[in-house]
């Protein structure tokens, strides 16, 4: 079975201090791997996926098969990033998704 | 811009009312999902489907059923509302060339008294 854990359910964090949330999966091939942001009020949505390799407002995400780990990093933290954070796998099965359970992020002024 | 609209935004039920909550997307996805979302639970798949007339199981199916007669709906049924079902709904659907991509509803908040 396909798990994904989020260790910490709430970040607080200074403005401009380095933030990391972490994501650790269990998946016995070859997932895709991503981060899903839920802004205050708004609905949830797509921030990155590994494949892309790419840096979405100022953050990344490295998968690492070894560790079964993808976490998020931002050198950074801006209070506009105050939200919360869901990291999610999908095998073999497509298009399902499987979610942790989240992580809350407070960036302080 | 795609568009993923839910009947309402927030629900009152009574225990043992039959509840319906609508999930209708404008994009011509394939496939549609109904997830619950609790806090420290995450979101976790009810129900969801590839196709018009198809539906799969998710990970917490019990208590609820849903309905897909034509391809931008999705409707998730709960034949007898019970307290424990209060959650935030969550439906979202996605295309089956974009693995991954789900986009979401706002949201319908049930409370079952």
């Known amino acids: 079975a396909q798990r994904v854990t989020q260790p910490e359910k709430l970040l607080s964090v200074f403005k401009g201090a380095p933030v990391e949330l972490k994501c650790n999966y269990s998946?016995?091939?070859?997932?895709?791997l991503f981060w899903y942001v839920q802004y205050s009020r708004q609905r949830l949505q797509l921030l990155l996926r590994?494949?892309s390799r790419e840096s979405i407002k100022g953050f990344t995400a490295d998968l690492n098969k070894g560790e079964t780990s993808f976490h998020l990093k931002k050198p950074f933290a801006q209070e506009e990033d105050s939200a919360m954070y869901y990291c999610?796998?999908?095998?073999?099965?497509?298009?399902?998704?499987?979610f942790g359970g989240g992580t809350r992020v407070l960036v302080k002024p | 811009d795609v568009k993923v609209t839910q009947s309402s935004r927030y629900l009152v039920k009574r225990t043992g009312e039959k509840v319906f909550l609508e999930c209708v997307q404008d994009?011509?996805?394939?496939?549609m999902f109904w997830y619950r979302q609790d806090p420290g639970l995450g979101l976790r798949l009810i129900y969801f489907?590839?196709?018009?007339?198809?539906?799969e199981k998710g990970d917490i199916p019990e208590g609820y059923s849903v309905s897909r007669e034509k391809k931008e709906r999705f409707s998730l049924i709960l034949e007898s509302a019970s307290t424990n079902q209060t959650s935030m709904y969550l439906c979202?659907?996605?295309?089956?060339?974009?693995?991954?991509?789900?986009?979401f509803g706002p949201g319908t908040r049930l409370t079952v008294l």
């Open positions: 979202a659907s996605s295309s089956t060339g974009t693995s991954g991509e789900q986009f």
């Open positions: 998946y016995s091939g070859s997932p895709e």
């Open positions: 590994h494949i």
């Open positions: 999610a796998l999908t095998g073999a099965a497509g298009n399902k998704l499987t």
């Open positions: 994009m011509d996805h394939e496939n």
């Open positions: 489907s590839y196709d018009v007339k198809m539906k």
